[in-house]
């Protein structure tokens, strides 16, 4: 039985990025992963003509992990306006970033969702994660909902744009998340025009694992790990129906759903999202803009029309409409058709329904005081990677991977 230098468990986005680096380095990498593909959480399945990413998933530019480490351009990556469409009990307003969209800076004004005070409070609890974002890191933590109340930020821009879109963004209705966490998330925003890549967010992890065999790395698809052996200065780790691999490094990086079920590390807690896929064509809206309902009448938490930005994930003639809940959810396909119709103001009775995602582990629940960062080793030879252990995004995914490489390079 050969001895490879490191097994790298799950080809998600950490163990992509980490099999990448240390292949780079020279040392002898098999990733093994017990899904038909690689990807992990980062999913798309071609229903239909129509491109459907396992949940809705957005890919950000201006993660730092993201510039350094991927090929953006390769993706062809159509970036969503960096504006929201509001549903208000009577009206429909827009709010915009006046940068991005000076056109729609009026309607912005016109709204009238955005107070002096309330603008002046906004400026407060984001303010210093644009301008200094370590501070943000290092300092003080709550919850977001304590970092709002803090910040005295009240009235309709709170109310009914930030905690129904974000509530989407973390899985997270209660303002329990880390509140430094969401300021650095909202920091990316502003700085970023967030995107899908043209063939589906799976093509993330495709460019990854091609990037990772181009440095000599193989991977094994479907190939599902049974447990793991430590032996002397090696670990024996066992395949479902295949034979054992051997290696002197093992490392981790399945997601938050089945880690513990390998290493003794505690079950890291989930929060989990839904997602309906509806096709239309003629009566599609014709806004690219996401939507919220500030009225908060329902069990959506936000809905776009997908193929507004990305064409290519509908055919021809046709439009592709998501619209997202939190889990859990007692939402029927009645409830979610009657919210859609008020949101986009539109007869929805004639969309088909092509799938609905249920994603209990979409993302780590990320608490207070915002952690950063986690030990790669947790036993001798054997080191964990992933969101759970970094932050619940696909930065921290990757710098999981990339740190966790190092680690095993410097012999740490």
Not at 128 to 136: E, H, K, L, S, T
Request: charged residues 20%; hydrophobic residues 45%.
């Amino acid at each position: 039985m050969p001895l490879h230098d490191v097994v790298v468990i799950g080809a998600g986005l950490a163990g992509l990025r980490a099999a990448g680096r240390l292949a780079s380095a020279g040392r002898d990498v098999v990733v093994v992963e017990a899904s038909d593909r690689v990807g992990g959480r980062q999913r798309t399945d071609t229903v239909d003509g129509f491109l459907l990413d396992r949940g809705f998933q957005v890919l950000n530019p201006a993660y730092p992990a993201v510039r350094r480490w991927i090929d953006v351009d390769a993706l062809h990556l159509r970036s969503f306006p960096v504006a929201v469409r509001v549903r208000r009990a009577r009206t429909v307003q827009v709010l915009a970033h006046p940068l991005r969209h000076p056109d729609l800076l009026a309607a912005t004004v016109r709204s009238r969702m955005l107070r002096p005070r309330d603008l002046a409070a906004l400026a407060r609890w984001a303010g210093p994660a644009i301008v200094a974002p370590r501070g943000v890191i290092g300092g003080r933590d709550a919850t977001l909902r304590e970092g709002w109340n803090r910040a005295d930020l009240h009235g309709p821009v709170r109310t009914e744009v930030l905690e129904p879109f974000l509530a989407g963004v973390l899985a997270d209705d209660a303002g329990e998340t880390s509140d430094a966490f969401v300021r650095l998330l909202v920091r990316m925003f502003a700085l970023g025009a967030p995107g899908l890549p043209a063939g589906g967010i799976e093509a993330l992890p495709r460019q990854l694992a091609a990037t990772a065999r181009r440095l000599g790395a193989e991977i094994r698809t479907g190939h599902r790990v049974a447990r793991l052996a430590a032996g002397r200065g090696a670990v024996e780790v066992d395949i479902v129906g295949a034979d054992p691999i051997t290696a002197r490094t093992v490392v981790v990086a399945v997601g938050p759903d089945a880690v513990s079920d390998l290493i003794p590390v505690p079950r890291p807690a989930t929060r989990g999202l839904q997602t309906w896929w509806f096709r239309t064509d003629a009566g599609a809206p014709a806004s690219a803009l996401l939507s919220v309902d500030g009225r908060r009448r329902g069990p959506i938490v936000n809905t776009v029309v997908m193929s507004r930005t990305a064409p290519s994930y509908a055919p021809a003639g046709h439009q592709l409409v998501q619209a997202t809940c939190l889990l859990p959810s007692a939402a029927t396909e009645a409830d979610v058709r009657r919210q859609l119709g008020e949101i986009w103001e539109a007869d929805v009775a004639g969309w088909e329904l092509l799938r609905r995602d249920d994603v209990p582990d979409a993302l780590p629940a990320q608490t207070a005081p915002l952690r950063v960062t986690s030990p790669a080793r947790v036993r001798e030879h054997v080191y964990v990677a992933g969101d759970h252990r970094d932050t619940a995004s696909i930065q921290g995914a990757l710098v999981s991977g990339h740190r966790v490489a190092g680690a095993i390079l410097a012999g740490a």
